[in-house]
Structure formats: structure tokens, C-alpha cells
């Protein structure tokens, strides 16, 4: 493909915003109390810090070209992973997130030593490492080391190492306060230069009816038919939800950010306005992509791999000037999601194996020392995965890493809903769901994502949920046959004033969205 190379505007543009966010990041680190944990930012994220840190490290460059690339194949209607997500962000917000802060944990696996045990809390804890390794930084470093080095004409490992250098810098340096500090400059910075790609765009195809008259008519629809081999509603009906529980409510890197709220209000209205943000995704993300097929369609632009779309309308659309403050702000998506994901890796193995096992009577400082070193060897481990990933050719970018997400999630996200809404759910069924549930779950990945192509297999979302189903059917009758009696129950969540703010602003949300799939159907 061919792409624009940095000028002297560029580089100016790229030293200025990393000159930017080096002194945020220096600021919030010399507020931070050193004496107190790092990493769950002295409990004082308010509610933009939280809105912003949620939605940072879920679009990451992963999303941004992988978006694109849905939008150029098959419109809007991808944009359920987006839309739909409101949800289970209130499920968070009002079942999952009282319950923690209620229980003052550091970690989710934290909270399930409270509700299960020790034993289950340990193995959580590992899962939630592995999970945050693959999940999180080598995919994430994958996505962004293909953009970097398409237009720096560097190595792969050479990319993710820099990309990776940068983000742990920020998140060693500060812990989750620089990060969440950082976020919010950062995610102003996204919204403003996708929505200017995304305008610049629709003016170059002749504006929006042009736009919609240049592709087909289900590129506008949120719901296509259960023959559509990528997206069919039906699957994506029951499935996300599987994915949408582990994802936005269980899932270590996503919920830290409330686990750090100054109080559950905060929390509550931190979790209402990633929801709001989630809306941007479509027009910032998934409509570039729309644009790119009808200029492509126009004869205005040539491009063969969709994969590319996001980065061709950059170069077609853009002048040369601009190119710098795109890949800026794609560095900081990556930023952001590397180190939202490194803070959350090096908490999960100090709070819940290093403190609880190794050495119970660490002080502060010699917890964060641990953190940083833990933080040293994800990123080392994270590259070398990042190196194997890269050797895989021919990956169609959104649906790999959704249906990769749907085969870690049904063990996790049975675990939680059981331990929180029945409480004869016992230690035993967590223990064997998250071992032997987790080898089922994702043993079925392994042969519908590489296994031989002569299998019929349901769309991988539909997948997902009947794992969950047997999951959960499998524990309910392991918990009814344990007649041993537990001392262990679900924490109680903290008591809720009910905010008149939270509620209107979450009646406010289900009113557009619901509006949205109206019109988008």
C-alpha cells in the first residue's frame, strides 16, 4: 500500500504530543501518594477519568483498523459489539460494581477469594494473567505494530518494543493515576482527528446522501439475517451477552478503573459515560471504513485488502501535514490500552499471588518495586507473542479477535453470574468451571478456529453461548450434589443512595440507544 512518509510537520507533530503527554503523566505521578498502592490510584478517579480510561483501553489501534475493515466489508452493523455493550456496562455499574467496592478490592480475583475461597482466587488469578498477556498486549501490540511499521518500515518486534517501552514508562511511572490522567488528553485528542477523517471523508464522496447512496442498502443495518455468515442477529443476540458479562463486568483491565473510583457514584457515572463514548465507535471507527468502499466503488481510491482501509482513506483524505497527528493519536490508543493492560497484569499478580503467598508482610513500596519488575517480564512475554502472531498470514482481523474473546469467556463469566446471583453456587463448581470449563471452552476454540474445515460448525458467537449454557447447567448440578457445607458468601454490595444524576443519565442512554437501533433497522 501506498502511504504518505513523515515530514518535518509530522515529526514536529509527533515530538509535541509525546513532549504533552510525558508532562501529564510527570504531573500526576508527583500527586501521587508513594506511600499507597500504585495501582489503585488512591481511590480518587472521578468520573471522566474513570469514562475515559474504560473506553481508551477498549479502542485500542486493534480497533480502529479492525473496525475499518468491518465497516468496508459489511457497513454498520459490527457496530453491536459497540452498541450493544451498554448493557453490560450497567449491569456493572449497578450489580457488580456496588458488590466490589463493598468488598474493597484490589483485584477481581480478590473479590472471588471473598465469595469462594482461596484456592479459586488463586487460579483466577492466573487465568486473569494469562488472559491479560494474550487478550490484551500481544493482540494489542500486533494491531499497532502493523500500523507503526507500514509507515515506518521497521520490524515488527522493533515497533511493539518502542510502543511498548512508551506505555510501560507512563504506567510505571505513576501507576493507574498517570494512566488515567493521560486517557483523557489522549481520548480528546482520538475523537478529534477520527471525526475530522471521518468528515473530510464524507465531504470527498459528496456528502452523507451521496454516502448512503453509494452502498448498499444493509450497510446501514444493525441486524442482518441469520445467512450472513459474519453477523448474523440471532447469534449475536445470545452470544454477546456471554461476551459482554466477562468483558466489561469481570474482566481485570476494563473494571480497574472503578475499582479506583472515589465513591460508587463516581463509579456509576464514570460506567454511564464509557457507555455514551461507546456510541462514537460507529461514526469514528466503523464509518471511515463505510467511506473508504464508496470511494474505493467511485474509482477515487484504490485499495485490495481491507485491512488497509483505515490507513488509505488517512492517506488518501489527509494532507501530508496531518499524517503525524493521525499516527499520533494512534500511538496514543495503543498507549493506552498497553498500559491500562500492564497496571491491571502487575496488580493481579501482586495483590492476589505475590502478597498472598510469597511474602504477606511486603510493605508499599516493595509491592509497587514487585509490580514494576512484574511489569518488565508481561512486556518481554507480551513481544514474544506479539512475534509469533505476526507470523500468522491471512487473519481477518475484527472476527479472529472476537471469536478468540467469546472462547475465553463463557468460564468467567459463568463463575461470576452464579456466584453473585445464587448463592448455593459452591467453591467446588467455581474451582472445576474455571478448570476443567476453561480446557472445554477454549479446547473448543482450538478446533473451530484451526481444526479440520470439514466440521459444520454454528457461528462462533452461537458458540459461545451454548458453552455458557452447559457451563452453567454443569455447575448447578456440581453444586447441588456438594452437600458440604462452605463458609464462604457473595460480599454485600454497598448501599445506594440511587443518585437522581445516575438514574437520569442512565434512562437518558437506554432512551438514545434504543433509538438508534430503530432507526438503524
Known amino acids: 500500500m501506498q502511504t504518505n512518509y513523515m515530514s518535518g510537520i509530522d515529526w514536529g507533530i509527533l515530538i509535541a504530543y509525546f513532549v504533552i503527554l510525558l508532562a501529564i503523566g510527570m504531573w500526576a505521578s508527583s500527586r501521587a501518594n508513594k506511600k499507597k498502592s ?81 484456592e479459586t482466587r488463586n487460579i483466577l488469578a492466573w487465568y486473569t494473567i494469562v488472559t491479560i498477556l494474550i487478550s490484551w498486549l500481544a493482540l494489542t501490540l500486533f494491531a499497532g505494530g502493523v500500523l507503526i511499521r507500514q509507515v515506518f518500515d ?35 485528542l482520538l475523537i478529534v482527528v477520527s471525526a475530522t477523517l471521518a468528515i473530510a471523508g464524507i465531504n470527498k464522496v459528496g456528502g452523507i446522501h451521496d454516502l448512503v447512496a453509494a452502498v448498499p442498502a444493509d450497510y446501514w443495518k444493525m441486524f ?39 465513591n460508587l457514584r463516581e463509579g456509576q457515572l464514570g460506567a454511564n459515560f464509557t457507555g455514551w463514548l461507546k456510541i462514537l465507535d460507529v461514526p469514528l471507527y466503523i ?16 485499495l485490495t485488502n481491507p485491512n488497509e482501509a483505515y490507513l488509505a482513506l488517512v492517506t488518501d483524505v489527509f494532507p501530508q501535514g496531518m499524517v503525524g497527528l493521525v499516527f499520533a493519536v494512534l500511538t496514543a490508543a495503543l498507549v493506552s490500552t498497553v498500559g491500562s493492560a500492564l497496571n491491571a497484569l502487575s496488580t493481579v499478580f501482586t495483590m492476589d499471588i505475590y502478597v498472598k503467598k510469597l511474602h504477606t508482610t511486603a510493605s508499599a513500596r ?10 518488565v517480564v508481561g512486556a518481554a512475554l507480551s513481544v514474544l507473542i506479539c512475534i509469533a502472531i505476526d507470523s500468522i498470514k491471512g487473519l481477518d482481523l475484527f472476527n479472529v479477535f472476537q471469536s478468540v474473546l467469546s472462547f475465553i469467556a463463557p468460564p468467567m ?20 468451571v474455571l478448570t476443567v470449563g476453561t480446557v472445554f471452552s477454549i479446547g473448543t476454540g482450538i478446533l473451530y478456529l484451526w481444526g479440520p474445515t470439514s466440521i459444520h460448525w454454528p457461528h462462533f458467537m452461537l458458540l459461545s453461548f451454548y458453552l455458557c449454557v452447559i457451563l452453567i447447567a454443569f455447575a448447578v448440578i456440581v453444586s447441588l450434589l456438594d452437600h458440604r457445607k462452605y463458609d464462604y458468601s457473595c460480599p454485600k454490595p454497598l448501599p445506594q443512595t440511587h443518585s437522581k444524576l445516575v438514574i437520569g443519565s442512565w434512562i437518558a442512554l437506554a432512551i438514545v440507544m434504543v433509538a438508534l437501533y430503530i432507526i438503524f433497522n
Open 287 to 302: 464509518v471511515p471504513g463505510i467511506i473508504a468502499f464508496a470511494l474505493v466503488k467511485a474509482g477515487q481510491m484504490q
Open 38 to 118: 500504585l495501582f489503585l490510584a488512591d481511590h480518587s478517579l472521578r468520573w471522566h477519568h474513570i469514562g475515559f480510561s474504560m473506553w481508551g483501553t477498549n479502542v485500542g489501534p486493534s480497533m480502529l483498523i479492525a473496525s475499518a475493515s468491518a465497516g468496508f466489508t459489511t457497513g454498520i452493523v459490527s457496530g453491536n459489539y459497540a452498541w450493544y455493550a451498554f448493557v453490560f456496562i450497567a449491569l456493572l455499574a449497578f450489580v457488580f460494581a456496588p458488590r466490589y467496592l463493598g468488598a474493597k478490592v484490589s483485584t477481581l480475583p480478590e473479590f472471588m477469594g471473598l465469595r469462594f475461597g482461596q
Open 154 to 188: 521497521i520490524p515488527m518486534w522493533a515497533s511493539a518494543c518502542i510502543l511498548l517501552a512508551i506505555a510501560a514508562f507512563f504506567t510505571m511511572l505513576g501507576g493507574l493515576k498517570a494512566v488515567a490522567y493521560t486517557n483523557v488528553y489522549q481520548m480528546v
Open 413 to 432: 463469566t459463568t463463575v461470576f453470574l452464579l456466584g453473585v446471583f445464587w448463592k448455593r453456587t459452591t467453591p467446588l463448581a467455581a474451582k472445576l
Open 366 to 375: 516493595h509491592i509497587n518495586h514487585v509490580g514494576r519488575v512484574v511489569m
Open 224 to 262: 442482518h439475517s441469520n445467512s450472513d455468515p459474519d453477523f448474523p442477529w440471532l447469534p449475536i443476540l445470545l452470544g454477546y451477552p456471554i461476551m459482554g458479562v466477562w468483558f466489561w463486568c469481570t474482566d481485570q483491565s476494563m473494571v480497574q478503573p472503578v475499582l479506583a473510583a472515589k
